[in-house]
């Protein structure tokens, strides 16, 4: 067994029922404590994964790991390079997932485990130079996880792809901090930087293509809301705010919120009353003009047989250009998106 916590039993082919505890896992589990049966060389030996179990248990119990098994974990950390990529994925899904998240994604940090399984991590303890200075990373991070999870009820109760954006939204500070000169810290485009990264490593570690593509998407968007200023979008920008969030929005909405670790509350506080008045717009405007439902006023069969074409590369820019008009100003109605189109291809055709 992996544990003297699991490795108990009960017999009950006898004439009465017998406890089998031989590695004392009743006092460790009274005292909140994760052993090995063997010792943790061995243990660990004999499955590497072991390690990783350990940080997910400690995760879901809050229990603490024997120095011993700690002292295994650190000094042969490589050897969970020898596990597959489906099997490091499952078990750091069933951490992540857990009641403590911040525990074993901690354990495995300071283990070095993190280095060889999920590397953009502890890259994020970023060192903090006296002239330059900012945010912990990694800290900042650990802490919007913990603010996603508790805004999880809005998704339905525990969600895997908000918590893997909280964790990974930042990742691409490290590869774009610029210190500047006189003070401060810069990380220009790093939700950019941060969304291929995030999509390489969730490839490596084989997750699927549907919870790649919504964690890609969100740490692609997590920093958009910080152009809204004080509400000073128009109606065109909301709309496209929806449409790239897609069927997302509602986890933006909780990443967005969850970003907010400021220790300020009157800015803190401020704002949430503009992410109230975002969400208020886009409620608004979703009760008017169906948001979700976004489409050109017209569809491709309307546009191949107004401009006379066949199905080409035409017919998309057409339906592109009309999806423009439609997030610019809103619902345009048959007759004004025809007008609108035929001076478009007549554009076109005659510059």
Not at 94 to 122: F, N, Q, W, Y
Not at 133 to 152: P, R
Not at 202 to 213: G, P, Q, S
Not at 234 to 246: E, I, L, Q
Request: glycine content about 6%; proline content about 4%.
């Amino acid at each position: 067994r992996d544990f003297t916590v699991n490795s108990m039993a009960l017999e009950l082919t006898g004439a009465k029922p017998e406890f089998i505890d031989p590695f004392d896992g009743l006092g460790d589990l009274g005292k909140g404590i994760l052993r090995t049966p063997a010792s943790a060389t061995q243990s660990f030996t004999d499955d590497p994964l072991r390690m990783m179990r350990a940080a997910r248990f400690a995760s879901q119990l809050n229990f603490e790991i024997h120095e011993d098994v700690l002292d295994a974990m650190s000094s042969m950390a490589s050897r969970i390079s020898i596990i597959s990529a489906e099997r490091v994925r499952e078990e750091f899904t069933k951490l992540l997932m857990s009641a403590h998240p911040r525990v074993g994604i901690t354990i495995l940090v300071d283990t070095g485990i993190a280095e060889l399984v999920l590397p953009e991590i502890p890259k994020l303890r970023l060192e903090i130079d006296e002239h330059h200075h900012h945010k912990d990373v990694y800290e900042h991070s650990i802490t919007v996880l913990e603010q996603a999870i508790a805004q999880e009820e809005r998704l339905g109760g525990p969600n895997l792809v908000i918590r893997l954006a909280a964790l990974l939204h930042d990742i691409g500070k490290p590869k774009t901090r610029n210190l500047i000169e006189g003070g401060g810290v810069s990380f220009h485009h790093h939700e950019v930087v941060g969304a291929r990264l995030s999509k390489n490593r969730m490839k490596a570690l084989r997750f699927d293509n549907e919870t790649i593509d919504a964690v890609e998407t969100l740490v692609a968007l997590h920093l958009r809301f910080h152009g809204y200023g004080d509400g000073e979008w128009t109606d065109s920008a909301v709309r496209r705010y929806v449409r790239d969030a897609g069927d997302l929005l509602t986890h933006l909405h909780v990443l967005t919120r969850a970003d907010c670790t400021t220790r300020n509350a009157k800015k803190a506080d401020r704002l949430a009353r503009t992410y109230d008045g975002l969400e208020a717009r886009i409620a608004k405007l979703s009760e008017e003009e169906e948001l979700s439902k976004i489409r050109p006023d017209l569809d491709g069969a309307q546009v191949m047989s107004l401009l006379g074409i066949k199905p080409s590369a035409d017919v998309g820019k057409a339906l592109d250009f009309l999806m423009e008009l439609r997030m610019e100003h809103g619902p345009l109605g048959e007759e004004r998106a025809t007008q609108e189109l035929l001076q478009w291809w007549k554009a076109r055709r005659h510059p």
